[in-house]
T-cell receptor, first 118, second 112 residues
Framework: GAVVSQHPSWVICKSGTSVKIECRSLDFQATTMFWYRQFPKQSLMLMATSNEGSKATYEQGVEKDKFLINHASLTLSTLTVTSAHPEDSSFYIC??????????????FGNGTRLTVT | SQQGEEDPQALSIQEGENATMNCSYKTSINNLQWYRQNSGRGLVHLILIRSNEREKHSGRLRVTLDTSKKSSSLLITASRAADTASYFCATDDASGTYKYIFGTGTRLKVLA
């Protein structure tokens, strides 16, 4: 149980175009989803917290207009990288929580999306 | 800034040996978790230890937590080549949210 599906697993796009990444919780409802960015051989950096039915909460330094997050349902959150540039090339990972409190439950992660902007 | 710092950054051992990774964090927590990441993949949850627990076991994994020192260790016993991966600790901010902060990670390589 608690499977998170992320799509696509990799994408190559041209500079200036937009790319949408989907994160779905397949067998549970996720009130909260998280989006991370990971550079090679580095840790995960939290970009934003996605809450179903409300605006996402972005971490300091993350451009809201560039990284658009939509959490339209309890099973789907999307991250759109708008007007992508080569510096946006990275590994993007989503995760979802089962409940409201972190006290007892771990996060469940998608398999990530490798974005390459040419 | 990142909550957790892990040590060592990289570790290379022979199959059958034990691997120990350490994590230090900075603020109060509700729990600390360890995750594994295979190259180019997402993270897989390994074990969660609450702030009022000192040790936890799961199969070949043993996790300790010392809240007075704000540190945790992950021990993998009798390592296998399949254990080759990056290992991350993650801590919450004690507010009950899922806003976890991940450590810098330890890259473990188990040689067959």
């Amino acid at each position: 149980g608690a499977v998170v599906s992320q799509h696509p697993s990799w994408v190559i796009c041209k500079s200036g175009t937009s790319v949408k990444i989907e994160c779905r919780s397949l067998d549970f409802q996720a009130t909260t989803m998280f989006w991370y960015r990971q550079f090679p051989k580095q840790s995960l950096m939290l970009m934003a917290t996605s809450n179903e039915g409300s605006k996402a909460t972005y971490e300091q330094g993350v451009e809201k207009d560039k990284f658009l997050i939509n959490h339209a349902s309890l099973t789907l959150s999307t991250l759109t990288v708008t007007s992508a540039h080569p510096e946006d090339s990275s590994f993007y990972i989503c995760s979802a929580s089962l409940g409201w409190s972190s006290y007892n439950s771990p996060l469940h992660f998608g398999n990530g999306t490798r974005l390459t902007v040419t | 800034s990142q909550q957790g710092e892990e040590d060592p950054q990289a570790l290379s051992i022979q199959e059958g040996e034990n691997a120990t990774m350490n994590c230090s964090y900075k603020t109060s927590i509700n729990n600390l978790q360890w995750y594994r990441q295979n190259s180019g993949r997402g993270l897989v949850h390994l074990i969660l230890i609450r702030s009022n627990e000192r040790e936890k076991h799961s199969g070949r994994l043993r996790v300790t937590l010392d809240t007075s020192k704000k540190s945790s260790s992950l021990l993998i016993t009798a390592s296998r080549a399949a254990d080759t991966a990056s290992y991350f600790c993650a801590t919450d901010d004690a507010s009950g949210t899922y806003k976890y902060i991940f450590g810098t990670g330890t890259r473990l390589k188990v040689l067959a």
